[in-house]
């Protein structure tokens, strides 16, 4: 090799080198608020599903059919409502709440276009302890967004009912166990005590985050205005749809089950519904075991529809339940 050419090799091989420390070099502080457009694109790959599910073209009439059956087979009418709102928040898909919104009122005999967007709202508040935050928060503001034109939106409550205080700490601290133990029963201490060996602290998180401050419902001033109230039944309802509509812990959703079924063994629904003519009753029929497979299949029905939102499991498409 020639002396130039190996003086030009020499070159471009120093040149690579200082291209490749270029780029192992921190960000400059200034770059920190610019992303390339390749993790952009990355952030926003279709594999990744960045987006919310679009409405189906037919869900407008499966949550008529869950309807149906629902006022057929006697199990109430916050019922359907609240394990479909579950299932669609679940799922991803406000555009669906929207339909489920508008349709509610028309298929209930109580429910007013504010009372089903307040019921709405609660349930999605819900959601965040068997979905996590971010599902609630997209859905809930898109739902907000998708009402706002309509004069009764301003009527929305603004106040909220679950801030901590020292003087309210005790009393969030008892109704978390008090509904701990009205699932759980009669494994609820050694339930507590399994969980503490996965970590100390899962079971402090547990109730001190979800079931106190937002699973049991804090005191209502007015039950006939404000935010709406998901009691000890309708809470189970949206914990089976939940754990239903994103697939992979079935263990949580037989627990669930029990649970909702032992609300109605220690009679909590009586003072739930009271003043709610037929709904009280038709929570005891959904407890039964036709009743729970109704309300699964018609979960199932939403997700066939809506797509799925979370992983997918082995086997997908095969036999999946229809209403």
């Not at 008090?178 to 609820?188: A, E, H, M, R, V």
């Not at 029990?258 to 003043?275: A, M, S």
């Amino acid at each position: 090799m020639s002396a130039p050419a190996a003086k030009n090799r020499k070159s471009l091989k120093e040149a690579e080198k200082k291209k490749q420390l270029v780029k192992q070099r921190p960000v400059a502080a200034e770059d920190m608020s610019k992303l390339s457009p390749s993790l952009k694109a990355l952030i926003n790959a279709p594999f990744a599903r960045p987006g919310q599910a679009p409405a189906p073209r037919h869900i407008r009439d499966v949550y008529r059919r869950i309807a149906h059956e629902a006022r057929e087979r006697k199990y109430g009418e916050r019922p359907w409502v609240t394990l479909s709102a579950a299932a669609t928040i679940t799922l991803n898909s406000p555009a669906s709440l929207l339909i489920l919104h508008d349709l509610a009122p028309s298929l209930t005999t109580a429910l007013t276009p504010l009372t089903t967007a307040e019921l709405l709202r609660e349930i999605g508040l819900k959601c965040i302890s068997f979905n996590g935050i971010p599902r609630t928060i997209n859905t809930l503001g898109a739902f907000r967004a998708g009402i706002a034109h309509h004069p009764w939106s301003s009527q929305l409550c603004t106040t909220p009912s679950r801030e901590l205080t020292p003087s309210n700490l005790p009393s969030v601290s008892d109704r978390a166990r008090g509904l701990w133990k009205s699932i759980y029963t009669p494994f609820d201490e050694k339930l507590v005590a399994k969980l503490g060996e996965s970590h100390p602290d899962l079971p402090v998180h547990i109730l001190a985050s979800h079931y106190g401050p937002l699973l049991a419902d804090p005191p209502r001033d007015d039950k006939d205005g404000g935010l709406a109230t998901v009691g000890r039944s309708l809470t189970s309802v949206v914990a089976v749809a939940c754990l239903r509509a994103q697939t992979g812990v079935g263990p949580q959703v037989l627990s669930h089950v029990f649970g909702l079924r032992k609300g109605v063994e220690q009679g909590l629904q009586k003072e739930e519904f009271e003043g709610l003519e037929g709904e009280s009753e038709g929570v005891q029929r959904l407890a039964g075991d036709e009743g729970c497979e109704w309300l699964l299949r018609s979960v199932d029905a939403i997700a066939e529809a809506v797509g799925g939102g979370f992983g997918r499991w082995e086997g997908e498409g095969e036999g999946r339940a229809k209403l």
